[in-house]
């Protein structure tokens, strides 16, 4: 197995603040992921649920998304793609707050 968790990523107040988590565990050798988890932590957003404002993750034997505390099925296609969308989703949601009032 390969397991990739990088050190937590803290997010400038001035660009929304928050934190970002992602661990990624594969099969070797084919590579395949058979556990993952991405988080966008953010408190002073979304107090519900450890603060997690926005998460994907396969925990509990199906894939799904938080989403302000609410939790849905989420169908996995590949990382690289859910990856993606994560990043777009949580800098949505992050430049909303800074936004906010403005």
Request: proline letters at 5%.
């Amino acid at each position: 197995m390969e397991r990739y968790a990088p050190l937590d990523v803290k997010i400038k107040p001035k660009l929304g603040g928050g934190v970002l988590k992602e661990l990624v565990v594969r099969e070797l050798p084919s590579r395949k992921v058979i556990h993952y988890a991405l988080a966008y932590i953010n408190a002073s957003i979304h107090a519900g649920d450890n603060g997690r404002v926005l998460g994907y993750d396969n925990s509990h034997d199906y894939s799904h998304k938080h989403y302000y505390g609410t939790v849905t099925p989420d169908p996995f296609d590949s990382y690289e793609a859910l990856y993606e969308r994560f990043q777009r989703e949580w800098m949505d949601i992050a430049l909303r707050h800074v936004n906010k009032g403005k």
